[in-house]
Nanobody, 115 residues
Framework: QVQLVESGGGLVQAGGSLRLSCTASGSTFSINTMGWYRQAPAKQRELVAA???????NYADSVKGRFAISRDNAKNTVYLQMNSLKPEDTAVYYCNYRSGSYSAWGQGTQVTVSS
């Protein structure tokens, strides 16, 4: 099994920045995709950004140009740099790890953007 530990959430004013981190441990696979999803109250969980083990990235349209995902394979860690934050970015952000049919989730970290 893979365990995910997230950090970096918090409260920030609109226009500010935050950086989320997520480290995977346990029985990790060399070929995998790590990403960030978010879920706002009364809304479905949605993909924010993802990055494969070879660096291919995918972003939600709503965050393109503002967020950047990166990873350090040696540390099994994925980062999400969030700039120009908006109140609508407020949500619980979840780290996800997947390889083939296997998927694991972090416990979630709250991001709150005040106007």
């Amino acid at each position: 099994q893979v365990q995910l530990v997230e950090s970096g959430g918090g409260l920030v004013q609109a226009g500010g920045s935050l950086r989320l981190s997520c480290t995977a441990s346990g029985s990790t696979f060399s070929i995998n995709t790590m990403g960030w999803y978010r879920q706002a109250p009364a809304k479905q969980r949605e993909l924010v950004a993802a990055i494969s083990s070879i660096g291919v990235t995918n972003y939600a349209d709503s965050v393109k140009g503002r967020f950047a995902i990166s990873r350090d394979n040696a540390k099994n860690t994925v980062y999400l740099q969030m700039n120009s934050l908006k109140p609508e970015d407020t949500a619980v952000y979840y780290c996800n790890y997947r390889s083939g049919s296997y998927s694991a989730w972090g416990q979630g970290t709250q991001v709150t953007v005040s106007s």
